[in-house]
C-alpha cells in the first residue's frame, strides 16, 4: 500500500529538549516536505527537498532542520524546542513539487 | 506572488443540503487546480483536481470545474452526509512551484 508513515503521532515535550519526527514514504518519490498546520493559518511548508542531499527552506524554517540521506526517509529535527512549536505537523511526498502530495497521518506537538 | 483564498467557516449543514465551499485563486497562467479533504485525525488526502481550463474535476459525488474568467474553482455536492464532515483545503501548483494551499473550511454535517 502506498503510504507516507510518521512517527509518532503524539509527542509532549519540555523547552529545549531536542526531538526527531521521522517520515517515511514507500512510493519513491523525489520531491518530499514538512508542514505546520495551525488554527486560521492553514497549512504552512516548513523545509522541502526535491531529491537526496538536497534540502531548501520554505515559508516557516526559523527553528527546524531536515536531512535527505536516502530516497524514501526526510526527518524533521527541532533542535530547542520552544512553545510557539506547538503545532500539527505533516509530512507529504510527490513525484515533484507541484503534482498530487500524498500526507502522512500528522504528528501532534506540544511544547510546554 | 501566487495564492489561494477560501471562504471562512465553518459551513454547517443538514444532511441530504446541497454544498458550496467558494475558493479562488491569484496566478500567472494556468495553474493546476486541486481540493483536498482532511477527515478528523487523519493528513490530507487528494480528493479532486482540474489541470487547465474547463475542466471539471469529481470524486465521492463532489465536483468543482476550473473557472478561467472568475479564477475561481468552487467546490460542489449535491447532497451530503454526515460522513463528508471533515475540512476541506483548496490548493493550486504551477509549473514548478510547490502546492499553495488555502486555510481550509471547516464542514459540520447534522443528521
Known amino acids: 500500500e502506498a503510504q507516507v508513515t510518521q512517527n509518532p503521532r503524539y509527542l509532549i515535550t519540555v523547552t529545549g529538549k531536542k526531538l526527531t519526527v521521522t517520515c517515511s514514504q514507500n512510493?519513491?518519490?523525489?520531491?518530499m516536505s514538512w508542514y505546520r498546520q495551525d488554527p486560521g493559518l492553514g497549512l504552512r511548508q516548513i523545509y522541502y527537498s526535491m531529491n537526496v542531499e538536497v534540502t531548501d527552506k520554505g515559508d516557516v524554517p526559523e527553528g527546524y532542520k531536515v536531512s535527505r540521506k536516502e530516497k524514501r526517509n526526510f526527518p524533521l529535527i527541532l533542535e530547542s524546542p520552544s512553545p510557539n512549536q506547538t503545532s500539527l505537523y505533516f509530512c507529504?511526498?510527490?513525484?515533484?513539487?507541484?503534482?498530487?502530495?500524498?500526507f502522512g497521518q500528522g504528528t501532534r506537538l506540544t511544547v510546554v | 506572488g501566487n495564492s489561494v483564498t477560501q471562504m471562512e467557516g465553518p459551513v454547517t449543514l443538514s444532511e441530504e443540503a446541497f454544498l458550496t465551499i467558494n475558493c479562488t485563486y491569484t496566478?500567472?497562467?494556468?495553474?493546476?487546480l486541486f481540493w483536498y479533504v482532511q477527515y478528523p485525525g487523519e493528513g490530507l488526502q487528494l480528493l479532486l483536481k482540474?489541470?487547465?481550463?474547463?475542466d471539471k474535476g469529481s470524486n465521492k459525488g463532489f465536483e468543482a470545474t476550473y473557472r478561467k474568467e472568475t479564477t475561481s474553482f468552487h467546490l460542489e455536492k449535491g447532497s451530503v452526509q454526515v460522513s463528508d464532515s471533515a475540512v476541506y483545503f483548496c490548493a493550486l501548483s504551477k509549473n514548478t512551484d510547490k502546492l499553495i494551499f488555502g486555510t481550509g473550511t471547516r464542514l459540520q454535517v447534522f443528521p
Open positions: 507529504a511526498s510527490s513525484l515533484q513539487g507541484y503534482t498530487e502530495a500524498f
Open positions: 496566478a500567472t497562467g494556468y495553474p493546476s
Open positions: 512510493m519513491n518519490h523525489e520531491y
Open positions: 482540474a489541470t487547465k481550463a474547463d
